[in-house]
């Protein structure tokens, strides 16, 4: 199967400087949770239902709480991905934007996934997803995917001069450490074209802290957002990059502890929204994003410089929010019954994704009896009353294979609730 978009071929000129890369139009009006139906799903794990209405009901509460937590700002997520991957995962433009629209969001960085039409030098899935932003009348902003063995200066430029507005890079996909050559000749042209790379730092990674560290190091005017939290090594990245003027980090994570973790390392001013999809949906990852940064103590100021401020200052050629100090402390106060609870949560998610519907569903009723506790009370004992039938409801749906992937959103957003949820 291949995506049928046509790619016509741009001419690098050397001779002269580069035009600058198009803008965002202009400000896009504030959207709002959806409260559709079209719970789309556009990959290879769509068993083609609706979303069944248990599922519905569920998801309810943490949809309406999203609401109330969202900033007076528009949102960007700063982590979505167009195409089709190597792994059999896709997302089209229209199951993007639909997914967007559930949670609200009005904005998104976009580049291509590990596509099996990446030769040459990722050329054909960067131009399909420069027309699908096109396409997107200013909702999508477009990031060329780089590989660092295939002349990626060349078709950096050659991206960026077609539109790209940032550039991402793939460690893990692309096998390589940052002290390869070529990743002086990307940081430089990151830098002189005043765009972000944005770099994956989630799971699955050779030990590349240190290389990322000097070579940040030696370009400080360029621009980097970490995505995944930095969870390859956060506290090495967060310490090693703490004076480098323009690192970010994205929130594209499973658990909320690695963001709150992330909230006591850095400013919450260099913490950017992210969700990647494919792999992961704009509402939970927003609503991860905001119960974390307000569970830690971020003011209004913060949760609107994560919600998308401080994204769009990154492309839209305006100067981000200036970074206070971390606002997290580094020990915070955990109610030991929700700290049980997490634990359920974090085995039944692993067993998910072995495809043990069965032991997921099975970890998950630990969890409904740990929510029946009768000394439970105030926000801790508020929390088990929303947790309790969202589990119930989620362990229902993992034992089905139809449906196990609902179960599976709603214990992303049981296993943020319960993280978030600290002790007074």
Known sequence: MRLGIACSATVRCR????????RHPGPLPRARVSTSRDWTRDSPRDAG???????????APFAAELEELRPATVVLDAHTHLGLDEDGRSLSLSGLLALLDQAGVERAF???????????????PNDRVLEWARESEGRLTPFCRLDPAEDPVAEGERALDAGAQGIKLHPRAQAFTFDAPASDGIFALAAERSVPILIHMGRGM??????LIRVAHRHPGARLIL??????????????LRDHPGVYYDTSCFSALDVMELFA?????????GSDPPYGRPL??????????????????????????????LVDGGDPPAARPPVAPRERRVPGVLLRLQSYITIAVGAAFAARGDLAAEMLSLGVATCRDPDAEGEVGEALARLEPALETAAA??????????????????????????AG
């Not at 995505?227 to 090693?240: E, K, N, T, Y």
């Not at 749906?397 to 600290?422: C, D, Q």
């Open 110 to 124: 976009v580049f291509p996934l590990h596509d099996p039409d990446r030769r040459p030098a990722y050329r054909i």
């Open 49 to 59: 239902l609706s979303p069944p209405e248990s599922f519905l009901a569920a998801m």
């Open 206 to 211: 050779p030990p590349v802290a240190e290389g």
């Open 397 to 422: 749906l993992l034992r089905t294979p139809e449906t196990m992937w609902f179960g599976v959103g709603l214990m992303h957003l049981s296993g943020t609730l319960a993280a978030t949820t600290l």
């Open 284 to 313: 939970g990852g927003l609503y991860l994003a905001l119960r974390a940064a307000r569970a830690v103590g971020c003011d209004a100021d913060g949760l609107a410089a994560v919600a998308g401020e401080t994204a769009a200052a």
């Open 265 to 273: 390392r850095v400013p919450a001013e260099r913490v950017v929204f």
């Open 227 to 240: 995505a995944h939290g930095g969870i390859a090594d956060q506290s090495v990245l967060a310490a090693g």
């Open 15 to 22: 001779d002269r400087p580069s035009p600058p890369a198009p």
